[in-house]
């Protein structure tokens, strides 16, 4: 059985206010952002960027969520109704160590990403809103296990 990502009550009051309806419901029917994603049919940062405030939700989205989560719809739909709060989540620079490092890959490869993607693209930037993403775990030869972590913007 997979392990399922919980609310940290450490972050619950900088959270939205449906955050905590999600996940505790989440955590009641034990599912992963992975499983829920596949029902929803959305990708599972996508879903998560959801649970945490950071993403938008379409009509299908709230409905479909109610039906896997076990949420009374019309409670659900007014929770979700408002503008994800982007950002305000977290503290700069992060503490969490996992979110500290990727932190820290921007800071490292930051100017490098830029430079090469001027150079394949000319100026100008990667969008966060015409953009997906997703992680996925490679095992190599030996067994190790690796993250990749794939980001997609419109130039």
């Known amino acids: 059985m997979a392990r399922v ?3 940290d009550t450490s972050l619950a009051d900088r959270l939205p206010i449906q955050s ?10 034990k599912l992963t952002f992975e499983a829920i994603a596949k029902e929803l049919g959305r990708d599972e940062v996508a879903v998560a960027a959801i649970f945490y405030g ?12 109610a039906t896997i989560l076990d949420i009374e719809h019309n409670k659900l739909e007014d929770l979700l109704a408002g ?12 503490k969490e160590p996992l979110i500290y490092r990727i932190y820290e890959m921007v800071q490292n490869y930051g ?10 693209f000319g100026d100008g930037i990667m969008s966060a809103i015409a953009f997906s993403t997703k992680v996925e775990k490679e095992t190599d030869k030996d067994g190790n296990s690796w993250a990749v972590i794939t980001l997609r913007g419109k130039w």
């Open 5 to 7: 990502s919980t609310l």
């Open 20 to 29: 905590a309806t999600l996940f505790e419901a989440k955590a009641y029917k």
């Open 54 to 65: 950071q993403a938008q939700t379409s009509p299908e989205d709230v409905e479909k969520l």
């Open 111 to 120: 100017y490098a990403y830029k430079a090469i993607l001027n150079e394949k």
């Open 83 to 94: 503008f994800p709060f982007r950002g305000h989540t977290m503290e700069m620079p992060p």
